[in-house]
């Protein structure tokens, strides 16, 4: 409990820093968001006006902790570009993007873990080879260019949805969703081939270890040795990642977004890149560091209970 | 003589993942009686393990073949289905192994993995019987009920291996058998282990099939012996016959390579005087090696605060020029860190060193590590000389080949990697690369532990010659009291990073005065050899 | 040595790498015709002998876009590499061959870099220094370093603590010494394996962002902007996706398996 305690502050501890470095990197950067909003021909007095009005002409910690605390307050900050509240742009994106994500990591876990065990329980055999040489295939096509086969195949050719016509949730929730199964699966289809070969490997890893010639001197059966003893030593790296695979995902449907046209915080996100929207760029890039680090704690946690050894090691 | 409870009848075992069939045990037969431990003696590669392997079940490789008959209550395990020979493992035939720090599984419960056999073979017992059942055996292997609840990781290899023991003997089997259950734990904990052992053989009337590189341990255990070697039985006896009187070639250069251990009448003589005179005499030479109430600390990162843990307590002792100085500690001892705070690589210390002019050289335990395995043997040796600063090339081969006649080997092996080698040969190679160094002290850190008996003989012999021909000044740690008899002048016993004695040898063995020294000679089966009673007596 | 096994994947991954050095000479010696020509009559003209991928939306020769573009990757990912393993080995091999407080230092830092996606770590950059092919060598490389210099001081650490290096220094050899001629020649297998998984990581990296339109800048051909531009005539032109979706993921799966294949012959 104390170990848990002890991750979150130093979780809370690690968004301060990069919310700090954020900050600083993009007020070190040249060029004045006043000007790219007034145009080069603006008056000095109207760029100097602006500034006030929104308080750059203050010292640097002093914006920083302003803007920490109203962000803590869920008040993101001011899109310069799109004159609105960031927390009001963004405040619908978020659900998009966090339902492909989780719609992607049900795919995976519930694909490739059954795939995995079959694959080591056949070692050798003709399906395991099928199944190896499809995954490194598989592994081979980013997830934008397997979306845009998947726009294809069952967008184009058979017709199952309409290609770059998003359907908000606000309209219609079941349109939605099934929508969204396409994206997900394009970016799940690679981290599914990742994920069954590692689990694969780790079993047959775990298989030539002392403990499991133990388990078979008791008499136990293979499939119990394998479910009983082998499966949650072997799930360890497994769980490692799938935590990084939930943190690469996040990022990764920055790209797929704009693949299936779907408005969600990955599409504002280069926008504002492009127009040099730094509040919204800050705001974005602090609430995908939130979900990494979110991710992480609960990767640790898990992590534990699997794993007696972590709980007592420092 | 009790009923035969297991018969082997010409077992062959052979592997095929070569072109060539490889055959690993041929035509072994030998009976293990209801009650009897039985002891099988071999080095590497004399297909003990295997043979072992084959009776519990656990050689099911398919490029294998098995031959020839195990007769256990009238089935033949080679021949049985997969479920008849389940419902033996575990139950009448179980089995422990050589490494209790690997064969548990790391994130289950003690509990749970030593119920699992009785969970497997007697579903009519509850979850409360299993469990009080479970407590009971662990209780009878001298484990405190707490270690129910705790995971393999929480425990030491001693208790590792009574949990092993526990879960194994927890379905009362016929046959336990036990695979170097030992060598991986520190003398003191073995002699526990060895009387664990013992107790329940005497208690559940278990017949124990003990293997053992180990003579001396197998000597004292089994009554009966077999002595194998590269896969066939060389000779079969008495345990007592058989270091008696050795019939067969093999097993007298077997039962002659283990150091003896004697005291002759004249050096007797020599220590009784020294001993009534009080005072013995010192070497007039300044020593090479000198510390003076020595501590030495690692620091502990971690939890944002830096720990000094102690490793070495106010140790101070001096090495004479010419002398084998003896170290002797289990793990934990502080003998290695010793060692280091020696050559300067742990540099956490206090206290003064007396460091010797042209500093130490070091050859390891293990071998294999401690040859560079990206560079051939040739380089290796030629990286003292090229480090001193010598440039010509001829010059430097020519030492190296010198040096590798003088440990043994000939030219021919300047350009193999140490991959290549035996582990008789990497370590000649160690010592060749150590003398290389020139350093007026040589530090031999257990350099024989990893070795068959046959090639530790080899080694201490090659040592010893070596030492007389260049007159070298060894520190020699082990925590083999029998090789460091054979090699030292001098020893020092250390536990905990503490001295706890040090005399010239026939004082320690024979005359030991704190009791963890005639723990650790009991251990080794050397407590007999005391002649502090007689001294008493003669007073 | 043992006798060499001819290894599956080391075999195909090598012809795979070996024909994507060939089409990159071949795109910097000369394309077969100018990327950037537009000839109006050629407006989505299929595969022919003259043109043997066909022509884009604006009649530009695909093939000849290819070729440059494969080199473009080929420039980010040696150069992402480079940074990533200069600094990887700097940072990663003094932390694991000294260790105490600028070990911990410094993976502190790292740990919390590492546990962020790369592709997420060069947006930011580039959201800082802007979009553009050198941009992104510099964003892709600073995003890498993190991964590289926690193998390299695992490694370092592992081969640190063995008797050899330890008899080394014993003999009197420098800690360099130590470091370069003892203990990198035992980290290389690991090393390489990581570079070239490297490689394939910088290729994916490179075309995503060059999809998203924040990498490689037109008119400059790159196998990740082509992806985007066809995307608009999925309908019309199908095959202006394929050939270069296909060359990149030929790209990507001839690292990996190399990769895959080095790993193979190690055990």
Not at chain 2, 79 to 100: A, K, T, V, Y
Not at chain 3, 183 to 188: F, H, S
Request: with cysteine; proline share 4%.
């Amino acid at each position: 409990m104390r170990d848990v305690i002890r991750k979150l502050a130093s979780m809370i501890l690690t968004l301060l820093i990069v919310s700090f470095l954020v900050f600083l990197a993009f007020d070190l950067i040249p060029g004045d968001p006043a000007i790219a909003k007034l145009g080069t021909q603006a008056t000095p007095e109207q760029v100097a006006s602006l500034r006030a009005e929104w308080g750059l002409d203050r010292p640097f910690l002093i914006r920083y902790f302003d803007w920490l605390f109203s962000f803590v307050r869920g008040d993101m900050g001011y899109s310069y570009h799109f004159d609105r509240a960031v927390t009001e742009l963004l405040s619908g994106k978020i659900l998009i993007t966090v339902t492909l994500v989780i719609m992607a990591f049900v795919m995976i876990v519930s694909v490739s873990i059954p795939m995995g065990i079959f694959a080591a329980r056949h070692q050798g055999g003709a399906l395991d080879k099928s199944i190896m040489v499809s995954n490194q295939l598989l592994m081979a096509i980013p997830p934008f260019f397997s979306g845009i086969l998947i726009t294809f195949l069952f967008g184009v050719g058979l017709s199952f949805f309409k290609p770059g016509s998003f359907v908000s949730y606000t309209q219609n929730f079941g349109g939605f969703l099934f929508y969204m199964i396409f994206p997900a699966l394009a970016v799940a289809i690679p981290k599914i081939a990742m994920c069954v070969k590692l689990l694969r490997s780790s079993i047959l890893e775990q298989w030539p270890m002392d403990y499991v010639r133990t388990a078979y001197s008791r008499g136990n059966r293979t499939m119990q040795v394998l479910y009983r003893h082998v499966l949650r030593n072997a799930m360890i790296p497994v769980v490692t990642f799938l935590g990084m695979t939930l943190a690469d995902m996040v990022a990764g449907s920055i790209i797929i977004e704009k693949v299936f046209n779907i408005p969600g915080i990955g599409q504002i996100l280069i926008k504002c890149i492009e127009y040099r929207d730094y509040p919204t760029v800050e705001a974005v890039v602090m609430l995908i560091a939130f979900l990494v680090v979110f991710v992480n704690f609960m990767v640790d946690i898990i992590y534990r209970i699997l794993d007696p050894r972590m709980r007592q090691s420092s | 003589m009790e009923e035969a409870i297991l018969e082997v009848k010409e077992l062959n075992i052979e592997f095929h993942d070569h072109e060539l069939p490889e055959t690993v045990v041929s035509d072994l037969s030998f009976t293990l009686h209801k009650g009897e431990i039985l002891g099988i003696v071999g080095e590497s590669g004399s297909g003990k393990s295997m043979t072992a392997l084959a009776i519990a079940g656990l050689l099911s490789r398919k490029d294998m073949e098995k031959r020839g008959e195990i007769l256990f209550r009238g089935q033949n395990l080679l021949q049985c289905d997969r479920n008849m020979l389940r419902s033996f493992q575990g139950d009448e035939i179980s089995m422990i192994f050589q490494e209790p720090m690997t064969s548990l599984n790391p994130v289950k419960k003690i509990g749970w993995q030593v119920e699992e056999s009785l969970r497997i073979h007697h579903k009519e017992l509850s979850k409360e019987e299993c469990r009080k059942k479970a407590l009971d055996i662990l209780e009878g292997c001298e484990l405190k009920p707490e270690v129910y609840d705790m995971y393999p990781h929480e425990l030491s290899g001693g208790m590792r291996q009574r949990v092993m023991i526990a879960s194994a003997m927890i379905c009362d089997p016929e046959i336990l058998i036990a695979d170097e259950p030992t060598t991986a734990l520190d003398v003191t904990i073995q002699e526990q282990i060895i009387h664990l052992l013992l107790k329940l053989n005497r208690k559940k009337h278990t017949s124990i099939l003990f293997i053992s590189h180990d003579l001396s341990l197998v000597r004292r255990l089994c009554e009966n012996v077999i002595v194998m070697q590269h896969g066939v039985m060389v000779e079969q006896g008495s345990a007592e016959e058989i270091f008696a009187e050795p019939r067969e070639d093999y097993t007298k250069v077997l039962t002659g390579s283990i150091p003896k251990v004697v005291l002759t009448e004249e050096r007797r003589e020599r220590l009784l005087r020294s001993l009534a005179s009080g005072t013995s005499k010192t070497d007039p030479r300044q020593p090479l090696v000198k510390t003076d109430h020595l501590y030495s600390y690692y620091r502990q990162y971690g939890k944002g605060k830096v720990r000094k843990v102690g490793v070495l307590k106010d140790v101070s002792f001096e090495i004479r020029p010419g002398q084998v100085f003896g170290l002797v500690g289990e793990s934990g001892s502080g003998k290695s860190t010793l060692a280091k705070a020696l050559t300067g690589i742990v540099k956490d210390t206090k206290g003064e060193i007396v460091r010797p002019e042209n500093g130490f050289a070091m050859i390891f335990q293990d071998p294999a590590g401690s040859l560079n395995p990206a560079k051939k043997v040739g380089w290796l040796l030629m990286e003292p000389l090229r480090i001193r600063g010598i440039r010509d090339k001829k010059e430097m081969q020519q030492r190296a080949i010198r040096m590798l006649e003088k440990v043994g080997l000939s030219a021919e092996y300047m350009d193999r990697y140490p991959n290549e080698l035996s582990g008789g040969q990497r370590q000649r190679v160690c010592i060749g690369i150590a003398l290389m160094q020139e350093a007026t002290v040589l530090i031999a850190d257990e350099p024989v532990s990893a070795l068959d008996v046959t090639v530790q003989a080899q080694i201490l012999k090659l040592l010893k010659d070596l030492k007389k021909e260049m007159d070298l000044s060894i520190l020699f740690i082990s925590h083999d009291l029998r090789v460091v008899y054979n090699m030292c002048d001098y020893v020092m016993i250390m536990k905990k990073g503490e001295i706890v004695e040090q005399a010239r040898r026939d004082k320690i063995y024979f005359t030991p005065k704190q009791q963890y020294t005639k723990d650790l000679l009991n251990a080794a089966g050397l407590g007999d050899l005391s002649i502090t009673n007689e001294i008493d007596q003669e007073k | 040595m043992k006798k060499f096994k001819p290894n599956a994947s080391l075999l195909a991954g090598c012809i795979l790498v070996g024909l994507m050095l060939l089409m990159v000479l071949w795109g910097w010696i000369a394309t077969p015709y100018d990327p950037n020509a537009m000839d109006a009559d050629l407006k989505f003209a299929g595969p022919s002998l003259s043109h043997l991928m066909g022509c884009d939306n604006f009649g530009r020769d695909v093939f000849s876009r290819i070729l440059q573009g494969v080199g473009n990757t080929f420039i980010v990912s040696v150069g992402t590499v480079a940074i990533g393993v200069v600094f990887g080995i700097l940072i990663g091999g003094l932390c694991g061959y000294y260790g105490g407080w600028l070990d911990e230092a410094l993976m502190r830092c790292n740990d919390v870099l590492f546990a962020f996606p790369s592709v997420f770590l060069a947006l930011v950059v580039i959201s800082l220094i802007g979009p553009g092919k050198y941009q992104v060598i510099v964003a892709l490389g600073i995003a890498f370093i993190p991964s590289f210099a926690r193998m390299v001081r695992s490694e370092f650490m592992k081969q640190r603590n063995r008797d050899y290096c330890l008899s080394a220094q014993l003999m009197g050899a420098s800690s360099l010494r130590t470091m370069f001629v003892h203990i990198l020649p035992n980290a290389l297998p690991v090393i390489l394996s990581s570079v070239i998984i490297g490689f394939n990581n910088a290729v994916i990296a490179e075309a995503g962002l060059s999809y998203l339109g924040i990498g490689v800048q037109p008119p400059e051909a790159s196998l990740g902007a082509m992806l985007s531009d066809s995307q608009s005539f999925l309908y019309k032109d199908p095959m202006l996706c394929i050939f270069p979706g296909v060359v990149m993921a030929l790209m990507i799966l001839g690292f990996a398996l190399l990769a895959e294949g080095l790993t193979e012959k190690k055990k």
